[in-house]
């Protein structure tokens, strides 16, 4: 053996440790260019992820993409073959992608506030497949006149709160089975709707199919009709849905023609990560866009906006052709995120009326991440809001109190009321806070919610809610009768809610 060549000259030798206590910053490669997760589902979808990033020296920058949208990174940072990213969310919330680059692959683990977090591989890629080139310009914004629908708030059931990907053709059938024996569907319960995850391919004409998990979509739709039932799908302007399945952008016509064929009453149209091709002053004529599609096919369809109440939506969407638009961004089954929402909704109040409405999302009642006190105070305060009411428990298996929270007559009374005026915020009183809502016939409905979480007796403050007369209302909850102004003390349960109807003048 040539001893000659393990002899390394000095400077070589300074040169490889200094390279070493120099620390592994000077080993890191540079991950500036677009990392793509990719990974085919069991049906059929392909999930993605890109990480476009830009680094200098360790410093990263750019954009963390999911179907949902992008989020600018506003910290990021490599340290050796260790990277981290951190975005902020639209709740404000820290979004954070970090890892390790081995070999020519990207370990990366999500951070996403609103979910567990998870691991994905990513690979560079020579282009990003949430950037499209040559934008379709969307049509010259106008006034679409109402199209006749929707008088009272839609209800029904949406698969999303708690299937989300794992529903199908045989859970969407039983649901339509349950919608009818519960009794949901003669309380007025009307749509099932499917959320996102039904998509599969497009074919070699641009025709879309609905994937493996539901094999016929026509049949399925004949099923829920014949159960007396209106049927909903889903899709999003974006090339991509929110759960990154097939959207309808560039085939909007298409899909229109497609949804009135299998027999659709109700779409609901997500934005997604459409904001990779527009700014969000499109956001109008890009609605307006699919609204005139749906209307081409002379098939009565409601027509729901989800972009998460941007660009004051309330101001646009009946204009749009919408029917009902998201005010917020997601629900979850959680009394902090129910109250945020429900926080942000009297200043928007008087948008909504009949035909169109404002939409705090969708109930969770019944999922199991509330109290039934909360519950009450959910199904209560989107009564109060005109909301839509769209269950979106597993309906087949209720439990007595979920069961009478959503079959309430009074409460849905409220909800559908025909004057359709959104009630607002009249009062806040140490920890309750009193909304009021005017129904038809002057009739007055009022929610006193106790944010406390301990129980708090009050005295209803008739006067300064605005009832000066005797009137009697009926406790919706209790059915007890209440008589104003002698009966005003109430205890209410921590986070509970008390909710008066005028049942007539006393
Ligand atoms: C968005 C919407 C949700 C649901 C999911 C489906 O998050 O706001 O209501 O439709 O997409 O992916």
Redesign the pocket.
């Known amino acids: 053996m040539n001893l000659g060549v393990m002899v390394l000259p000095m400077k070589s030798v300074i040169a490889f440790l200094a390279l070493m206590f120099a620390g592994p910053v000077l080993l890191a490669a540079d991950l500036s260019g677009i990392w793509l997760h990719s990974a085919r589902q069991p049906d059929g979808h392909t999930s993605q992820m890109v990480l476009a990033l830009l680094q200098s020296g360790n410093t990263l920058t750019g954009k963390i993409e999911q179907p949902?949208g992008s989020l600018a990174i506003k910290e990021g940072k490599v340290d050796g073959n260790h990277f981290s990213v951190t975005a902020m969310n639209d709740e404000g919330h820290p979004y954070i992608c970090e890892g390790t680059l081995e070999g020519d692959k990207l370990h990366v683990t999500v951070r996403d506030p609103n979910a567990q977090p998870y691991d994905v591989v990513a690979t560079r890629a020579k282009s990003d497949p949430f950037t499209v080139a040559n934008v379709i310009t969307p049509p010259a914004v106008r006034d679409l006149p109402p199209n006749g629908l929707a008088t009272t708030p839609p209800m029904g059931w949406n698969s999303?709160n708690l299937f989300?990907g794992r529903i199908d053709d045989k859970t969407v059938r039983e649901m339509a089975d349950a919608m009818v024996s519960s009794g949901l569907r003669d309380a007025g319960y009307i749509y099932l709707n499917i959320?996102?995850?039904w998509e599969g391919d497009r074919d070699a004409s641009g025709v879309i199919h609905s994937n493996n998990k539901f094999p016929d979509m026509k049949a399925l739709a004949d099923y829920v009709h014949s159960k007396g039932l209106k049927f909903g799908i889903?899709s999003s302007p974006s090339p991509y849905?929110?759960?990154g399945y097939e959207g309808s952008y560039a085939h909007e016509a298409q899909d229109a023609k497609t949804y009135a064929g299998w027999g659709v009453d109700y779409l609901?149209y997500?934005w997604?990560s459409a904001s990779n091709l527009y700014p969000d002053s499109a956001m109008r004529a890009v609605y307006q866009k699919m609204a005139e599609a749906l209307r081409a096919t002379n098939r009565p369809i409601v027509y729901s906006l989800?972009q998460?109440g941007r660009e004051n939506v309330w101001e646009w969407g009946p204009k749009a052709g919408g029917n009902l638009w998201?005010t917020t961004?997601?629900i979850n089954d959680t009394y902090k995120r129910m109250m945020e929402i429900v926080d942000t909704q009297s200043a928007i109040a008087k948008w909504a009326g009949p035909g169109h409405w404002n939409d705090p999302?969708?109930l969770e009642v019944g999922n199991g991440g509330m109290t039934a006190d909360e519950y009450r105070t959910h199904m209560s305060l989107w009564a109060i809001f005109a909301a839509p009411l769209l269950a979106g428990n597993d309906v087949r298996g209720m439990t007595p109190d979920m069961r009478s929270i959503l079959l309430n007559k009074d409460v849905i009374a409220i909800d559908q009321d025909p004057l359709g005026k959104e009630g607002e915020l009249a009062l806040k009183r140490s920890d309750v806070d009193y909304w009021v809502r005017s129904l038809a016939g002057s009739g007055i409905a009022i929610a006193a919610v106790n944010r406390a979480n301990a129980p708090v007796s009050v005295k209803i403050p008739w006067t300064e809610l605005g009832i000066h007369d005797r009137f009697v209302f009926k406790e919706v909850w209790s059915g007890l009768d209440v008589k104003a102004p002698s009966d005003s003390a109430f205890t209410i349960p921590p986070h509970g809610v008390v909710l008066l109807k005028m049942e007539m003048v006393n």
């Open positions: 949902w999303w989300a959320d996102d995850t889903y849905t929110c759960a609901k997500d997604c989800c998460y998201r961004g997601d999302d969708m």
